[in-house]
Structure formats: structure tokens, C-alpha cells
């Protein structure tokens, strides 16, 4: 937000990793360039896996253990994975979300560890109106996601 650029959030559910990208334009026409979010003029700015550490990429799963609710306390559900299995989530320069029309895009993707559903599921939120992010981990207690 400081540069007042757009920034793009890719998930890859591929290679289980997480790229920034700084965008060069901002506002819907960002999200129609050719080749986005990798168009002409877009840098990487950082690459963060999210296995290692003794977690196989085989037992990150996106998505929702068995029996487990896909609705936030905040009103955002799981998003679903396109195609090339890469959820994109761009931040304008004032910090909203938006869609390819201009108006504001929630988001929420869902995490676990194959081995150990209940205790590792986990959630970020994005709510697109003021570009709000949440992290979420699920209690068994309550049977819910909590901040």
C-alpha cells in the first residue's frame, strides 16, 4: 500500500507455496492483462513454501476435513481451487479485493495435514471490501474456526 500499487497473493496448490507479486497496473484492468498475474512489467517479490520442517507436500491438504464446517465466523467460505489448482487474491492499492468488475471479492482457503485433520486444520480470510486478512485455526471443542 505504501508504493500504491496492486499486489497479488497466488496460492499454488501444486507446489504448496505462496508467491507475492507486485502488479503493473492497479484496478480491474490488472486483472484482465494478458498472461495475469504474470503479465509484463509484474516482479516476484517473495516465494514461501508452506511444507518442510518433517510436513511432506503429500499430506498438505487444501480444503476441508470430513464433517467440518466451510462457513467462517466472519461470512467467508472455502474458495474453490480453478483448474490450474492457483487461487489469486489481488490487493488494490488501497488495500480492497476486487473482481474483474470492480466490486469487492471475499476469499478463504482452508488448510490441514492429512495425518492429523482435527488438529492441524487451519484458515485465512480475506475480506475484499477493506482487504481484511484473518487466520483461523479449527477447536474441536467447539466443533468451529476461531481467530
Known amino acids: 500500500m505504501s508504493q500504491r500499487r496492486a499486489v497479488t497473493l497466488q496460492y499454488d496448490d501444486q507446489t504448496k507455496q505462496v508467491l507475492i507479486i507486485r502488479q503493473p497496473a ?6 484482465s492483462l494478458p498472461n495475469f498475474p ?3 512489467g509484474s516482479v516476484q517479490v517473495s516465494s514461501t513454501t508452506l511444507t518442510g520442517n518433517g510436513v511432506d507436500p503429500s499430506e498438505l491438504t487444501y480444503g476441508l476435513p470430513v464433517s467440518m464446517s466451510s462457513t467462517l465466523s466472519d461470512g467467508t467460505s472455502l474458495t474453490s481451487l480453478p483448474g490450474n489448482k492457483k487461487v489469486n487474491i489481488t490487493f488494490q492499492p488501497d488495500g480492497s479485493v476486487i473482481d474483474a468488475n470492480g466490486n469487492p471479492v471475499n476469499f478463504a482457503l482452508f488448510f490441514y495435514n492429512s495425518k492429523a485433520p482435527s488438529s492441524t486444520a487451519s484458515a485465512v480470510s480475506v475480506l475484499g471490501s477493506a482487504g481484511r ?10 466443533n468451529k474456526y476461531v481467530e
Open 38 to 40: 504474470n503479465a509484463t
Open 133 to 142: 486478512i484473518k487466520t483461523w485455526s479449527y477447536n474441536g471443542s467447539t
Open 26 to 31: 492497479a484496478g480491474k484492468a490488472v486483472l
